[in-house]
């Protein structure tokens, strides 16, 4: 596999059309398990950009032989004397990507960081309602919407307010109690975006450092599908708390997943757990077909046991898996906290449609109390992570 691993690599470090200058080489491999672990050696006059770009071809490539593998690389200086062996996973400046280090946002005592690397799995949704959740249990929420493509939060409150500039300093709208910048306030809503990297790095830069996010416990920030250029800016940049990863029990999404937790381990931002969205269906209708059948008057034992068949069908029909069951298999296999499972259900759907968001008036108790869960789950970590600074 290791000789398979250095030819895909070779071919790209090697590639005469790519931006790379001077000296380069692939300086270790390693192969842990259901991770593999890159260590790319190239002339520190080649700019970071560049070596990001060939890191993440490389990755690419990698992954299309083996997919079933988590796949990191780590770029390092040529000149570099202490070079750090690629599982070590040291920290960007260490490991020679000369990056400053990084701040935290002013005003913000805990950030996480809402991801999912495959869209379409209700990321936002979970963002959002989490939000609410931690703001219903007295918590001062900021929610931060970074998927610059697609931004989905102003549809999902239901307001499109945009943010004021005092000084030098945009301070954002208060929607439902909480302090919500998005750059879709910014923009007309038809617009579309297309953002080069530089662009993208600049605006993330002032929704970070450019807004008034002063008196905020806790920071969602609702990231953009995928592993792109905003996960770079935010993972260099920014001191995260956690991350959590949102997914549906689909094979296609599952299969993402694994892909997306090793986005973060460079950077040493910790993955929290996952959420398990759309886990189950529960049929509405059941309980009113079995008060019909017990109602009805069964005349022999034929009737009586067919009766009862139909009952212990319907009991199967309580909380449907249309999607399958394997996310508890797969948080077990890569040691990930399953922090809680959320059905498909058509009213929340319906409150997204109508930008009045879930947790304003919870429908259901099995919804709220998920959304609740993951609100709890953060605030219990953050106390742990306080008293331990504290110790």
Not at 168 to 189: D, K, T, Y
Request: proline share 5%; with cysteine.
């Amino acid at each position: 596999m290791e000789d398979n691993i250095r030819h895909i690599a070779n071919a790209i470090l090697f590639d005469e059309d790519k931006a790379l200058q001077g000296d380069r080489e692939v300086r270790e491999i390693s192969v842990d398990g259901d991770i593999i672990h890159v260590t790319i050696a190239v002339e520190s006059k080649n700019s970071i950009d560049d070596r990001r770009a060939m890191e993440d071809e490389i990755r690419d490539a990698i992954k299309r032989w083996h997919e079933d593998k988590i796949v990191r690389i780590t770029s390092v200086a040529m000149d570099d004397v202490d070079v750090p062996c690629a599982h070590h996973h040291a920290d960007a400046n260490a490991s020679g990507h000369d990056l400053p280090p990084k701040k935290s946002i002013p005003g913000v005592k805990h950030v996480y960081l809402v991801c999912s690397a495959k869209g379409g799995v209700g990321k936002s949704t979970v963002a959002l309602n989490t939000a609410l959740a931690l703001s219903s249990l007295g918590k001062r929420v900021a929610l931060l919407d970074l998927d610059l493509y697609g931004p989905s939060i102003p549809s999902l409150v239901g307001q499109d307010l945009p943010p004021i500039v005092v000084g030098n300093l945009i301070v954002p709208p208060e929607i439902h109690g909480m302090s919500v910048l998005s750059i879709g306030f910014m923009i007309e809503q038809d617009q579309p975006l297309m953002w080069r990297g530089p662009m993208v790095a600049s605006v993330i830069n002032q929704l970070l450092w450019e807004v008034d996010w002063s008196g905020n416990d806790i920071m969602i920030i609702d990231m953009p599908p995928g592993t792109g250029d905003t996960y770079l800016s935010i993972l260099q940049s920014v001191n995260v708390d956690a991350s959590i990863i949102v997914t549906t029990p689909s094979e296609l999404a599952l299969a993402d997943v694994k892909r997306g937790v090793g986005v973060f381990s460079p950077y040493h931002v910790p993955v929290a757990g996952v959420v398990e969205n759309m886990a189950t269906y529960d049929w509405e209708g059941r309980d009113a077909v079995l008060g019909l059948l017990d109602n009805v008057k069964a005349d022999d034992d034929t009737s009586k046991k067919a009766i009862e068949r139909i009952k212990r069908i319907l009991d199967t029909t309580k909380a449907i898996r249309i999607f399958g069951a394997r996310t508890q298999a797969l948080c077990s296999k890569m040691g990930l906290n399953l922090i809680t499972s959320i059905p498909l259900d058509i009213a929340l759907q319906n409150d997204n449609d109508s930008g009045t968001p879930y947790m304003l008036q919870p429908k259901k108790a099995a919804i709220r109390e998920a959304f609740e869960t993951i609100a709890k789950f953060i605030i219990e970590r953050d106390k742990d992570t306080d008293e331990d600074e504290q110790a």
